[in-house]
């Protein structure tokens, strides 16, 4: 039997202005930001603990950029969700979304009992994580030492577990050496990190210290092809890409990392439209989605940024979501953003004119091959509209980022702009 409105008997109502899912940095800050200019706003979050993945990466290098200090993760953590806390949000946790009861409607589980909550308007940041090993199709057994940077640092950093001795890192990007730090933490020496591409991916800041200092070496152009090791990891296979010649590295831990995908499962569910290469929810320069009033964010959309770039995503959404509430947002087409190759997606994938400029007035874009040089083209309907030559190269592994006003000399009523490298 259901109740008013349609909702069972034994379900919480709720209503609050603005429902946020997803307690991380992106979360937070739009919290907080939406919270201090007097909505309503209800933060939800499946975990036990509010902020994210920060909270268990106890290493430094958060909040340079949004809070202009730099701290550790869980003190980033924790300062994120006392500021959305004291500007006035509500920070549930151990709430888990689990699908929509309307347009902006969530039907949410907790441990005292189920919660429908109607907001007026919904910001998705539930963030990314690490393609697992047997999305990668790893052959071999499923022992015991086998997981992600994610596990590990739960594992080392929250639950005081300990790990193996020897440990082969899958992956050289910026979250590796995280990997590597917390294995160092652990006692647990990393003996190789592997990478298909012929560079490390991760900034040269973090991976000259990190072979320094770490002493990690890093195999570049190699793969692993098996996890050698029934009842605990004995040993991965490791090939040469170049010359097909296999090694066997002996070792009791194997850590995936990088490889992102975006936590999408309720984009999906709400049948949001989906950017083809990054697999999250397509967003315009406001960050909202195709369904009216629902906005994404960070990680989500842009898989994967430092946690920094991700809360300011947040700050950016905050003004949005009140035009929106107000009626004062912009509507009408937004023009399609296109990539070509080596670029896999770009975010935001709209850009709709009098929206405004995207987060940081920058464009993001993911590459599958390293370029030295970045010479950026931007075409529409075969016209070139920019060229410029940007100061940075183009790498697998990190995202790229192009000025905004490379687009300023678009077409508002033109075809998709596409963003090559000439």
């Known amino acids: 039997m259901s109740g008013t409105n349609g909702v069972a008997p034994d379900v919480t109502t709720e209503s609050p202005d603005v429902a946020v899912v997803g307690?991380?940095?992106?979360?937070?800050?739009?919290?907080?930001?939406?919270?201090?200019?007097?909505?309503?706003?209800?933060?939800?979050?499946?975990?036990?603990?509010?902020?994210?993945?920060?909270?268990?990466?106890?290493?430094?290098?958060?909040?340079?950029?949004?809070?202009?200090?730099?701290m550790n993760g869980p003190a980033y953590a924790r300062r994120l969700a006392e500021r959305a806390v004291e500007a006035g949000a509500r920070v549930r946790t151990?709430?888990?979304?689990?699908?929509?009861?309307?347009?902006?409607?969530?039907?949410?589980?907790?441990?005292?009992?189920?919660?429908?909550?109607?907001?007026r308007a919904v910001v998705l940041a539930t963030g990314a994580r690490e393609r697992p090993r047997t999305a990668r199709l790893v052959p071999g057994d499923r022992p015991p030492g086998v997981m992600n940077t994610g596990q590990l640092q739960n594992l080392v950093h929250l639950h005081h577990r300990e790990v193996g001795t020897r440990a082969v890192i899958v992956g050289a990007e910026l979250v590796s050496w995280s990997a590597a730090l917390t294995l160092r933490e652990a006692g647990c020496r990393t003996v190789l990190m592997t990478?298909?591409?012929?560079?490390?991916?991760s900034y040269a800041a973090f991976s000259v210290p990190g072979r320094a200092v770490l002493r990690v070496p890093v195999a570049t152009r190699t793969r692993v092809t098996r996890i050698i090791g029934h009842y605990a990891?004995?040993?991965v296979e490791v090939e040469d890409l170049a010359t097909g010649a296999r090694r066997t590295v002996p070792c009791d831990t194997v850590i995936f990392t990088g490889d992102w995908i975006p936590d999408h499962e309720l984009a999906r569910a709400a049948g949001l439209d989906i950017d083809p290469g990054s697999k999250g929810p397509l967003?315009?320069?406001?960050?909202?989605?195709?369904?009216?009033?629902?906005?994404?964010?960070?990680?989500?959309?842009?898989?994967?940024?430092?946690?920094?770039?991700?809360?300011?995503?947040?700050?950016?959404?905050?003004?949005?979501?009140?035009?929106?509430?107000?009626?004062?947002?912009?509507?009408?087409?937004?023009?399609?953003?296109r990539v070509e190759a080596p670029f896999t997606w770009v975010s935001p994938g709209l850009v709709r004119p009098g929206a405004g400029k995207p987060p940081r007035?920058?464009?993001?874009?993911?590459?599958?091959e390293e370029r030295l040089v970045a010479r950026v083209e931007v075409t529409q309907d075969g016209?070139?509209?920019?060229?410029?030559?940007?100061?940075?190269?183009?790498?697998?592994?990190?995202?790229?980022?192009?000025?905004?006003?490379?687009?300023?000399?678009?077409?508002p009523h033109g075809g998709p702009i596409t963003i090559a490298l000439a």
Do not use: C, K
């Open 94 to 119: 151990s709430a888990m979304v689990t699908g929509w009861a309307g347009d902006r409607s969530l039907d949410v589980t907790t441990p005292e009992g189920r919660i429908r909550v109607d907001a």
């Open 361 to 368: 007035e920058r464009i993001l874009l993911w590459s599958a």
């Open 195 to 201: 990478t298909e591409h012929p560079h490390a991916e």
């Open 283 to 337: 967003v315009d320069n406001a960050l909202r989605t195709s369904r009216p009033g629902v906005f994404a964010v960070g990680n989500l959309v842009h898989p994967v940024d430092t946690a920094d770039i991700a809360a300011l995503d947040g700050h950016h959404v905050a003004r949005h979501v009140r035009d929106y509430l107000a009626g004062v947002l912009p509507q009408g087409p937004g023009i399609p953003l």
């Open 23 to 70: 307690a991380g940095p992106s979360g937070l800050t739009a919290a907080r930001e939406l919270a201090a200019s007097g909505l309503d706003v209800l933060v939800l979050d499946r975990e036990w603990e509010a902020g994210g993945i920060p909270r268990h990466s106890d290493h430094t290098g958060y909040g340079l950029r949004d809070l202009h200090r730099v």
């Open 233 to 235: 990891v004995e040993a």
């Open 383 to 411: 016209r070139r509209i920019a060229r410029r030559t940007l100061p940075w190269p183009v790498s697998p592994g990190r995202v790229f980022r192009v000025p905004s006003s490379l687009l300023s000399g678009a077409d």
